[in-house]
Each structure stands twice: as C-alpha cells, then as structure tokens.
C-alpha cells in the first residue's frame, strides 16, 4: 500500500510523520527548555501550520509525556534483560552499568529530558512514568541485594539509599557526555562500573574475579586515553 | 540611623528588602522553573507592583545572575578551606565532600537553580560563573593528584574525568534531598565520602587510617538508619 493510497484510506495522522515531529519537539525541548517552547516553535521547526501539529496532539504536554514515555518504557525494556541475566552479582551490576550507560548516551535527547522536565507532567501522568522508573530502580537494587546475600557487596549498606546515590552518578553523564568527546560510551561505561562496583563492593568481594578484570579494564582505559580516538 | 531615615537620605534600592526579593524569585524559579516565571510572578510573590522590581533590577535575567553569582562564590568560598587545609589526601576529600554536601543541602533552591538554569544566563555572564565553577572543580583535582602522589590514590586514573563523575554523583543530592528525611545532611556526606572515596583509592590506600575510620562510621550510620531521627 503506497503513502498516497493510506492518507486516502485512512484520516488519523500518519506515524511516522509523527514520529519525526516529536524528535523535532524533543531537540527543542532539550536546546531551550519545555516551558520556554511554544507548539509555534514546533510547527515552525517540523515546517507546518500551527493548526495542523493539532492532527498529532492536543497539547504541547502530550509531546512531553510521548518522548518521556517512549525514553522510560525503552530503558525499562533494555534493563530488564539484566534482571533475567543468569550471573553473580558483580556481573550483573556491571552489565547494569553498561545497559544504563549505553541508553543514556545514545538517547541522550529524550533521556535528558526525561531527568529534567518530568515534572511539568500532570500528576496522572508523572505517576504513570514513576511506575516504570521505579520497577527500573528495582533492578539495580535487587542486584545490590544478591550481592549482599552472596557476601560480595556490603552488609550494612542500605540498598535504597545506594541506588538513588549511584543512579544520580550515572544520570549526570547526560550533563556532559558529548558524541566524539575523548571516551567511547563503552569506556565510561567501564569507568563507571568501577566506581559504582567499588562503592558497594565489601572486603570479600574485593579479592573477587570480576573486581580484578574490571580493574585491569579501567587502568588500560585511562593509560590508553590519549590514542583512544586519534 | 534608623530604617526610615535611610530611606530618606539615599536613593538606591534597599538591599535588605533587594535580598528578600531574590529569595522570593528563586523559590518561584525552582517551583516553575526559570523560563516559565515571569517579572509579575515575582512581584506577586513579594507583594509589591510590577514597576516596581526595575528599581531594583532591569530584567528577570539579573534575578537569576544574582541567585546563581551568589550561590557559586559562597560555595568557592567555603571550598577554598577546604584547599587550604593542610593533611593528607584521604583527609582532604573527605573533607571536600562533606564542606560540598552541607553547602548544597544548606542552599538547596539556590543550588538547585545553579545547576538547573545556568544556561539561561547570556554568554557573557555564563563564563564569569564557569571561571569561579572551574576554580572549584580544581580544589578536587589538586586533592585527586595528591592522592596518587602520595600513592593512596589510583595512579591510573584520568583526574578530570573522575572530577567531573564524583562531582555529578555529589550534584545529584539536590534531586533528592529533602529536610526531615531519613538521613542527615552529615549523614548523607559519610555515605557519599564512602562512595568518593572507594572510588579513587589505590591498594595502598586501602589499608589506609582514613579509610577504616570511615569505613566504621559508615557501617554505623546504615545499621542506625531507622534509629537516626526517631
């Protein structure tokens, strides 16, 4: 079936039209602000009449709540296959680590916006969001609980406070993780699994077979900065 | 000289009531964020006509320059004890993280507003704040470089990288700190000097007086969490 023939057969608005303007929405969402952008600035970008981005949306929130929507429900779904992931903990949080790095670099975009302007949600949606956040959360802390469980991270470390503290340390790559900066968002990846495996790792854990491959991936790392991208 | 005599004999704007003001910008600034508040909001907020907030500045812009020149010197300030501290590394940063999270606890809304809203500032202004932002970010690196030279840091670790991850993990607090939570703010920067540390600290380190001394007050501080402010 050609475009023509489905814009005959069919009056909603076409998806992937859609999908191309709230990418432009997001890009100036993120450049100046949700509450500074006006659905004008959205029609002009995407080079459309104000009164047909209406066809799509009833109001610049939905835009929001699209690429909030989209950005969590797609980091919930790549996290999840590190909650199914067969291992011991130490793996598990790195993979963890690596998923989350991985998502927040290559959709910085929506990821960004998603951390700042939750907010100007409505109440309705924001706790729509918040579910998925939290089930997301859940699996960091239910590797930091295995982990105690198998003696290699911290008994007394309270497993709640430890994930709000090292989701923030992985969030605030998004202030300033650049495409073509001097690491791959492999490499950070790998920096960052250390200091989040060395913050929770508990004596034990630290003679472990992980902790010492890790380390040894995070010294070659830094050594190698300076012909990592030349 | 009484209040009303100073009125009468200088004309410039209070500064007393001028200090009041900014406050009253910045909690709405928080609230609404910076884009969405508008001139009036604020006159609203302190009671006082619209005009009459230009006797004491010429646009919205000069609230938010003030709240965040503000909040970065007073921040430099307090750092530069921190600088001028004469110890070791481990003591030094431990140091560094508690002067950082009392002070960002402490300033909650202005704080917030710095690291939220710096890039509503015009250029110009911007890169006034990002001198005295850099000259902070430097104390850290001086301690991190410290620390490797006297070997109780990783000798391979990229020093402005590691900066700006600790000091993202450190910024994140504002996201989720709230007074009469669970934990208090020296607390909070045990914990924190718990994650900074163990993430910098070389083998040598380890075995280190500073470390096990923290090491012991964290485990207290989480084993004592529900007893803390009961």
Known sequence: ?????????????????????????????????????????????VGILKGSLYHYVRSKEDFLYTIIKDATEAALREIQTVARMEAGAVHRLVAFV?????????????????????RRLSPDRRG?????????????QDILVQGQEQGVFDAGMDVE????????????????????????????ADVF????????????????EGIEELRRRVLTISAGKAAART
């Open 98 to 118: 690596h998923a989350h790095v991985r998502f927040a670099t290559g959709h910085l975009t929506a990821y960004s916006i998603r951390l700042r302007e939750m």
């Open 1 to 45: 079936m050609t475009q023509s023939r489905r814009s005959q057969t069919r009056r909603g608005p076409d998806p992937e039209r859609y999908h191309e303007i709230v990418g432009a929405a997001a890009e100036i969402f993120r450049q100046k602000g949700y509450s500074a952008t006006s659905i004008q600035d959205i029609a002009d970008a």
């Open 161 to 188: 406070l430890m994930t709000t503290i090292l989701l923030g340390q992985l969030n605030a790559v998004t202030r300033w993780y650049r495409e073509g900066g001097p690491y791959t968002p492999e490499q950070l």
């Open 128 to 140: 729509k969001i918040r579910a998925d956040g939290e089930a997301y959360n859940k699996v960091m």
């Open 193 to 208: 699994a250390g200091t989040v495996l060395s913050a929770v790792v508990s004596d034990r854990g630290l003679g472990g």
